[in-house]
């Protein structure tokens, strides 16, 4: 399907992943939407579209609005969902927080959809966290799925609730899972947020990249510049509703060798540390994925 001239709305579109996903709409054509609470809990940045704000539409609002929401939704080509609050320690403190945005919220969006644009194009993001600890590797799109925190428990059940509008309503929707992402406009300034941008954000300060020990566990990164491409090779997709996808790299790296790279790079130093029992809890092991359906 060619997207080129396609009215697009992507919700969480001022986020890191989401702000990347409007760039590359935009490049392409593409009339872009962007519906987004600004949380900066959830790396919601004005900043982030400061390039190119006056190409877009931007409406701040909440997927937790639905008479709001549901506004937005009409007339759209394409919807993406970007949206979601993505701490896995804080979605263990305010886990009703978490339910709302990651659950209700996808309820809300699915909902819209059905009432006022079934013909839409959907998409949506999930993680490849949602598995938990791995039974075999590298795990498939098959493998059952065990999570260890909240963030991870409702975007597993976000996704099956998409799969369900599917298989109900013949909702065109898939799912993306994406690993660990990284690159520009990610916010670097907290470890609530993906490891690896917390690294480049501590070398850049000169500060020690701190590594719970050993240090050995896999896992898998991805340039977001990948993520959008993956994410526009399934919007451009035909017959792939119902369908979830890893959208993962080919290589797998230890979390030291991430942070020795990064200091490679960059400069600082990496400091082995005991694990807080808050993170061992919901540590999940390595996570060895494939990438094979994708592609």
């Given at each position: 399907?060619?997207?080129?001239?396609?009215?697009?709305?992507?919700?969480?579109?001022?986020?890191?992943?989401?702000?990347?996903?409007?760039?590359?709409?935009?490049?392409?054509?593409?009339d872009?939407?962007?519906?987004?609470?600004?949380?900066?809990?959830?790396?919601?940045?004005?900043?982030?579209?400061?390039h190119?704000?006056?190409?877009?539409?931007?409406?701040?609002?909440?997927?937790?609005?639905?008479?709001?929401?549901?506004?937005?939704?009409?007339?759209?080509?394409?919807?993406?969902?970007?949206?979601?609050?993505?701490?896995?320690?804080?979605?263990?403190?305010?886990?009703?927080?978490?339910?709302?945005?990651?659950?209700?919220?996808?309820?809300?969006?699915?909902?819209?959809?059905?009432?006022?644009?079934?013909?839409?194009k959907?998409?949506?993001?999930?993680?490849?966290?949602?598995?938990?600890?791995?039974?075999?590797?590298?795990?498939?799109?098959?493998?059952?799925?065990?999570?260890?925190?909240?963030?991870?428990?409702?975007?597993?059940?976000?996704?099956?609730?998409?799969?369900?509008?599917?298989?109900s309503?013949?909702?065109?929707?898939?799912?993306?899972?994406?690993?660990?992402?990284?690159?520009?406009k990610?916010?670097?300034?907290?470890?609530?947020?993906?490891?690896?941008?917390?690294?480049?954000?501590?070398?850049?300060?000169?500060?020690?990249?701190?590594?719970?020990?050993?240090?050995?566990?896999?896992?898998?990164?991805?340039?977001?510049?990948?993520?959008?491409?993956?994410?526009?090779?399934?919007?451009?997709?035909?017959?792939?509703?119902?369908?979830?996808?890893?959208?993962?790299?080919?290589?797998?790296?230890?979390?030291?060798?991430?942070?020795?790279?990064?200091?490679?790079?960059?400069?600082?130093?990496?400091?082995?540390?005991?694990?807080?029992?808050?993170?061992?809890?919901?540590?999940?092991g390595?996570?060895?994925?494939?990438?094979?359906?994708?592609?």
């Amino acid at each position: 399907m060619n997207i080129s001239d396609k009215k697009v709305l992507i919700t969480g579109g001022l986020g890191f992943i989401g702000s990347n996903f409007v760039k590359k709409c935009l490049e392409m054509g593409m009339d872009v939407t962007i519906y987004d609470n600004l949380d900066p809990n959830s790396g919601g940045n004005l900043f982030n579209i400061e390039h190119f704000k006056k190409d877009v539409e931007l409406v701040i609002g909440d997927i937790i609005n639905y008479d709001h929401l549901i506004q937005v939704v009409l007339d759209k080509d394409i919807i993406i969902n970007c949206a979601a609050s993505t701490s896995h320690p804080y979605s263990m403190s305010e886990p009703w927080l978490n339910l709302d945005v990651n659950s209700r919220g996808m309820i809300n969006i699915l909902e819209a959809i059905r009432r006022v644009n079934i013909g839409v194009k959907f998409m949506h993001i999930g993680t490849t966290t949602q598995l938990g600890p791995l039974h075999y590797q590298p795990a498939d799109e098959h493998h059952p799925e065990f999570p260890t925190d909240m963030y991870s428990a409702n975007k597993m059940v976000a996704e099956k609730y998409v799969l369900l509008y599917v298989k109900s309503y013949s909702l065109n929707a898939s799912v993306i899972r994406l690993p660990n992402v990284f690159g520009p406009k990610a916010a670097i300034h907290s470890p609530e947020f993906t490891f690896n941008n917390y690294f480049v954000g501590l070398a850049l300060q000169k500060q020690s990249i701190t590594v719970y020990k050993p240090g050995t566990q896999l896992r898998n990164v991805l340039y977001v510049d990948d993520a959008v491409d993956a994410l526009i090779a399934v919007a451009e997709a035909d017959s792939v509703a119902g369908e979830a996808f890893f959208a993962v790299g080919d290589e797998h790296y230890s979390v030291k060798d991430i942070a020795q790279q990064t200091c490679k790079i960059m400069g600082g130093s990496v400091q082995l540390i005991d694990w807080p029992k808050e993170r061992e809890a919901i540590e999940i092991g390595d996570a060895v994925i494939s990438n094979e359906k994708i592609k």
